[in-house]
C-alpha cells in the first residue's frame, strides 16, 4: 500500500510542536546555565517579535506580502548564520565583539534598515522581566 503525503496541516502541527519544544528546551537550558532572567526575556522577545512582525504584515498583493515574509527570513538567517558559522577564529572574534559592545550590532542593523528603506526604525529591548507575550 502506498503511504498518502501528510497533509500541510498536519506538517504545520508537526513543525510547531517541535519548534514550542526547542523554545522551551534553550530557555531551561539558558536558566540552568546562569543567564539572567532579562537574558531569558530577550531571547522570547526576539522569538515574540519576529513571530508578530510575520503575522501583521499588511501589503494588497498578497505575493508582494509572501515575498515580505520570505526576505525577512532570509535575512533573519543570513544574520544568525553569519554570526555563529563559518570561521571558528573569526566567529569566535565577532561573538566577543558583539558582547562586549552593547548596542553596536543593534546600531548597524538600525542603519542598514534606514539605508534599505528610507525609514526610521527602533529595534533596541527594554525587556527586564518574562511576562506575558505580544503573540
Known amino acids: 500500500m ?5 497533509s500541510l496541516e498536519t506538517r504545520i502541527e508537526k513543525r510547531a510542536d517541535t519548534l514550542a519544544a526547542s523554545v522551551k528546551d534553550i530557555a531551561g537550558q539558558m536558566k540552568g ?15 515574540e517579535e519576529l513571530v508578530y512582525k510575520m ?30 558559522m563559518g570561521d571558528g577564529e573569526q566567529r569566535s572574534t565577532d561573538q566577543y565583539i558583539i558582547a562586549t559592545h552593547r548596542g553596536e550590532l543593534t546600531d548597524k542593523i538600525r542603519q542598514a534598515l ?16 518574562i511576562g506575558e507575550g505580544i503573540v
Not at 2 to 6: A, G, K
Not at 114 to 129: L, V, W
Open 2 to 6: 502506498i503511504e498518502q503525503p501528510e
Open 114 to 129: 534606514q539605508e534599505a528603506t528610507g525609514g526610521s526604525h527602533d529595534i533596541r529591548s527594554d525587556t527586564t522581566t
Open 55 to 84: 503575522k501583521s504584515v499588511h501589503l494588497s498583493d498578497p505575493k508582494e506580502q509572501e515575498n515580505f515574509v520570505l526576505e525577512i527570513a532570509d535575512a533573519v538567517k543570513t544574520i544568525t548564520g553569519g554570526l555563529t
Open 33 to 47: 546555565e546562569g543567564f539572567s532572567e532579562k537574558a531569558i526575556a530577550a531571547y522570547f522577545e526576539a522569538l
